[in-house]
DNA sequence: AATTCGTGGAG
DNA sequence: TCTCCAAGAAT
């Protein structure tokens, strides 16, 4: 990894904070842009809201973006730039909870604090044939006592990247390298045929599903885009008006009829033409369903100020869902129509 | 303490 | 198509 032998704090927080819960080849691209947009903590601090957002498109989570700017502005402005160098200091930013602060506290200030992710928890779990459930208050402090004890006065950096690198490549979720670990001997999951019930998660992932119709309300060669800003999913993210309703199969017509339709898009004044096939997008905890309804409309229609008439930068200026960028690839829309 | 927050790759 | 889960954190 390009940031793996450097020790700047900026760069370690940056990384740390996109590899949360994401693969390094898919995160990789994203920190190559972040650091050349924005060279330092400072340049970071000064971004727009969008522009982050934007730039975050497409990598999820996106609590992750708003927290990041959020930290980024703190270190600028209440520590003249500089990242604080302690565990409990690091903890106190937003986005920055014990696995990450360990990290940064260990990788660019030589702290002696020992990493609990995912990587960890398998080694230790299949090392030790410790079945006690990973996720949970309990399994958490039980796991990082044992990685603790394990790390003892080993330079807590070196000891932090190897036994991540060791879980990222040889004790693997599928298909690990047991053959050829060295800690085959003494591994208890190995010698109890349980690698691959171990480490053990109690609580199983349920999804809801949901059914989104979209307006891709077309004004004289323009579309209309709001921002999402309740407590839900892709806030702070732009999409096309939305009703949600209780299923897919739904046109213009009966959407009407819906307490939902917007009542600055009156009915006489536009022109149905036609809808989209369902576009099918999954999230950790919910399905979403989407329909896109193309609308033209007649006449010139005011709107509220929450909403924004985009012009042909639309696509460089707002960061959109997947499902939305995915409905527009399809279509070979740009959104400058 | 239990839920919720995206997306994509692998099997 | 379906499940698992990836250098977790916030609420």
Known sequence: MPWKAVRDPYAVWLSEIILQQTRVAQGMPYYERFVETYPTVTDLARAEDDAVMKL???LGYYSRARNLLR????VANDHAGHFPDTYEELLSLPGVGPYTAAAIASF???RQ???LDGNVYRVLARYAGDATPTDGSRGRKHFQDLVDAAMGDTPAAAFNQAIMDFGALVCTPRNAACAACPLSAKC???NTDRVYDLPVKAKA???RTRHFHYLVVEDRGHVLLQQRTEKDIWQNLYEFPLIEADRTALRVEQLIALPAWPDWLPPSRITPEGRSTIYRQ???HQTILAVFHRIKCEAPIEFPEHLVRVDRQARSLYALPRVINR????KALTLDL
Request: net charge negative.
């Open 71 to 74: 930290a980024a502005r703190m």
């Open 113 to 115: 604090v020992a990493v």
């Open 205 to 207: 992932v349920a999804r």
């Open 282 to 284: 999954i999230l950790s």
């Open 56 to 58: 975050w498109e497409g």
């Open 108 to 110: 660019a200030f030589d």
């Open 327 to 330: 409905y527009l690839e399809e």
């Open 188 to 190: 208890v999951a190995l």
